[in-house]
């Protein structure tokens, strides 16, 4: 499926899909978010000294995939990346978005189990 995916990375659908598709986990407003609560989502930090062992969840979105880029590479208007190559690949990451949310649902489903973030590399 990666190759499927890696040889349609420069079509014209591949690119206009991509525009304004991607999500960045600390500025981008997420499409699905909710608050799953339990104990896996709890975040500590949101105790304090009067409640000491509670703590909340934060929202999550598992309908989309977030892009996460290095300091160097996000170097352009509002953090996005300025190198074509990041440009291409975080385009053509975004078809494998289908094939990971299926595999995280069967992690939830067939397993009884919360799979952690599945992650999609790049060289750069």
């Known amino acids: 499926e990666i190759e499927i995916m890696y040889g349609q990375r420069c079509t014209n659908s591949t690119f206009n899909e991509c525009d304004q598709n991607n999500y960045y986990s600390c500025t981008s407003e997420f499409p699905n978010q909710t608050c799953p ?12 000294s009067n409640s000491p062992k ?12 977030s892009v996460s880029l290095r300091e160097s590479i996000s170097n352009g208007l509002s953090g996005n990346p300025t190198n074509e190559q990041a440009k291409e ?20 489903s067939e397993f009884g189990v919360v799979a952690p973030q599945l992650y999609y590399g790049s060289n750069q």
């Open 54 to 65: 509670v703590s909340c969840s934060g929202l999550f979105d598992f309908s989309v995939t």
């Open 89 to 108: 690949d975080i385009c053509y990451s975004l078809q494998a978005q289908p094939n990971m949310i299926k595999k995280y649902n069967t992690y939830v």
């Open 37 to 48: 609560g339990g104990d896996f989502y709890a975040i500590a930090a949101c105790a304090n």
